[in-house]
Every structure is written in C-alpha cells, then in structure tokens.
C-alpha cells in the first residue's frame, strides 16, 4: 500500500527537513521518499490546506479500563480515541480488574492490542491490587513488556514503600510514575481548598496535599538515586520544587493535563461534573502558572490523563459524581487554545516521553517506518459530541473552541483519518 502526503510542513527536531513544506511518499509502512512534487502513483493522497506532519504522538497516562470495566472504555475504542488525538502511542494505567500487576496481565494487554491502529503500552503496577503495601513483580512484568510503573490512580503514601520501589527499578533504569497526593490531608476534598469551593459549600482538596508529597517524594528519588515521573502536577509551587531538584541533578520529571491549562475551580461555579477531577482544578493564578511552565520549558510532557466515565457516573449529584474527563481527542486543540504553540507541543508529546521512557526514537526522514501524526495547527473549530470516538462521552469541552485539528496519524502500515 502506498501514500502520499502533499505539501506538508514537517515538524520534529530531528528530521533533516524540519521546517521544510515537502511531499512525503509511504510505501508498505515505510518512508520510501520525500521531495518536492512527488508523481507517484498513490492508493491514498492526504493533502490540505495548512497541514503539518510530526513524529507521531505519546500519550503517557490514559485508562482503557480493560479489563473489568469495558464498560466505561476498551482497548479497541480508547485506541480509536486517542489516533483521533493524533496518538501513535499511549500508556494504559492498571487501575483495572484484575489490577495490571503481573506479567500475565501485561502480555493480556499487549496481545489484545497488537492490530490496533495505535501502540498500547501498559504500566505495571507498583504494588500489588495497586493497594501500596506489597511490590508487585516489576521485573518480570518489564521484561513482557511494561513500560513504566505506576498504582495510577491511587499514589503511593507508604514512603518505606516508594523507597523500595524506586531501588528495585534501578536494576532495569525504570521509572516510577507518581499523582502525588497525599490523602492523610483533604480526604473528603472534592475539590480545590479555597474561595470557590467555600462558596459551593464543597469540602477542599488543599494544594499542600499534592505540594507536600512532591516534596517527599523529590527525597526519596535523590535518596535512591532512581527515577520518578510526576504527572497531573496542578500548582505553581509543585512545578518549583520539580525545577529545583532538577537543577541540583535529581532524576525527577513531570507532565500537566490539558485541562489544567484551560480551566480553573472558577469554572466550577455551575457544579459540572464533568470538571471534577484529581489532582483538582486549581486557582487561575496556578492556571496561569502551568500555562508559564510549559511555555519556559520546565514541564516536561502533556499528559491526557484521559478517564472515561459512564453516563450514570456523572450524571448525578456531584458529590458522588466519579473523578476524570475524556481527553485524547481534544488535547491538542486544548493545549492550542490554552496558547501552547505546535514546537512546544511536538516537544512535549512526541519527543520527550519517548526520551524519558525509552521508546524508539521517531524521525520523519527516508528508510524509517512511519509513525506520524498529521495536523493543521492554524485551525479552530467548536468540538462536538460527533467527534467522540471514546466510548464515553464525559468532556466539559464539548460547544467550547479548540484551536488545531488532528487529521489522523499513520502508524506504519495502520492509517487512521478523522473523515
């Protein structure tokens, strides 16, 4: 099968025509030419206006929910989700049933999704259940395949705990992936500590709660000298004590959620469900910090922390309403509106996971497979509920407008368009 994609501009750091508009010819999966007005003959031509083309997109922190709650998601349907993002990879949290905390269950995952149109990479967990008392076999599950270690949802409060964890991944150079939130403080917090939520009448999650566990955590890794990856990390003060310690050498990275960068917990004022998530959304001056970060380069990746939910789970009081958006269709489009330009952007989702986590490297250029993401950056659009391709249909954005829209990805010789 062959493609040809005309008159795009090529985006990545590491491609030889970076920056340059060229056509670019696919041959059985393969980048087999790019030139100037390429005349082959093509099964299928991508061509429009404005179009950009980047190394293909990773995801590093969603939930599929399979197995045991493919009623919220599947594999099959997260993995269309996230190609209509412009995902080629994405990582798959282990909060599901049973947990993803032994190498049987990481090959279930890998097995199921090998002729999926995007690479599912699970996360094993840290502890067995995900529960934060026993490890879990990280080795083994490394060696089927986990890319990274995490209990997902339910951040690990033993410290003795963590400690171990972070030494026993040093044997394989893993990485602990982290939602630091200690729930000794704020655990009836439905969301942030402070005006808005005394207003609502709702109890607070304080920002010291996540602050306070970045800060021992930060210990730990320097203590170990091992690897952590923070993610969902939600104030200014969290975002200085990750520079900090990565200017004194600590091995420690994180990653924001797009909608951390769009909204804040005045947003809440109307009690939607839909924005009720952990780590809360914050002050808009901890929005506008985020915002800084990602522009200055001290945040490290953008991660969906894609969460469906079904229809009863938010539908309902607040109050027992479940935690979590979708939000791998709509990143990139919420990134863009929240005034994070298409370089930043590549940086953050393509080349940076795939550094910090030890993917192969993906490099737009002749002889290598192709594993690209194809978008139009200029592009603003009001998202709708059509556009939906998760099985849940849980998003705040939808009516809002997005700036840059995905045209789909071709992830060797799987092609996904959004048509």
Not at 268 to 284: A, F, G
Request: aromatic share 8%.
């Amino acid at each position: 099968m062959t493609i040809l994609i005309r008159k795009a501009i090529i985006t990545g750091a590491g491609s030889p025509f970076d920056g340059q508009q060229k056509d670019i010819l696919i041959t059985d999966g393969i980048i087999s030419r790019i030139g100037d007005n390429i005349k082959e003959k093509a099964d299928s031509v991508i061509e429009y206006d404005g179009l950009q083309v980047s190394p293909g997109w990773v995801d590093i922190f969603a939930h599929f929910c399979d197995p045991g709650y493919e009623f919220k998601e599947t594999l099959q349907t997260g993995a269309k989700a996230a190609a209509a993002g412009g995902y080629t990879h994405v990582f798959v949290l282990p909060n599901t049933n049973p947990v993803i905390h032994s190498k049987s269950q990481v090959e279930y995952i890998k097995e199921k999704s090998r002729s999926l149109p995007v690479n599912i990479h699970p996360i094993g967990a840290i502890s067995k259940n995900a529960e934060g008392k026993d490890l879990a076999e990280m080795y083994d599950m490394y060696q089927s395949g986990a890319v990274a270690f995490s209990d997902g949802v339910n951040a690990v409060q033993s410290a003795g705990v963590l400690v171990k964890a972070l030494q026993y991944v040093k044997a394989f150079d893993g990485v602990l992936i982290q939602v630091p939130q200690d729930r000794s403080i704020g655990v009836h917090g439905l969301i942030n500590e402070g005006i808005v939520s005394t207003r609502l009448g709702l109890p607070g999650k304080p920002a010291i709660a996540e602050e306070m566990m970045v800060s021992r955590d930060i210990e730990l890794v320097e203590y170990a000298a091992s690897r952590m990856h923070f993610t969902g990390i939600s104030t200014g003060r969290s975002v200085d004590l990750v520079k900090k310690a990565k200017d004194k050498g600590v091995k420690v990275s994180c990653s924001v959620t797009p909608y951390h960068l769009f909204f804040s917990d005045e947003n809440l004022m109307n009690y939607d469900t839909n924005l009720k998530v952990n780590p809360p959304l914050r002050t808009p001056e901890n929005r506008q910090a985020l915002c800084d970060a990602v522009n200055n380069g001290w945040i490290d990746c953008i991660a969906s922390h894609h969460f469906p939910h079904e229809w009863d789970a938010k539908t309902c009081e607040f109050e027992y309403a479940g935690y979590g958006m979708t939000g791998l269709e709509t990143a990139f489009g919420v990134a863009g509106a929240a005034g994070v330009s298409p370089e930043r952007w590549i940086e953050l989702c393509s080349m940076n996971p795939r550094k910090l986590f030890g993917l192969p490297a993906a490099v737009i250029q002749e002889g290598q497979p192709a594993d690209i993401t194809l978008f139009q950056p200029g592009e603003s659009y009001i998202f709708e509920e059509s556009q939906i391709r998760s099985k849940s249909k849980n998003s705040p954005f939808i009516g809002k407008e997005l700036k840059g829209k995905v045209i789909g990805i071709i992830n060797g010789e799987e092609v996904f368009l959004n048509t």
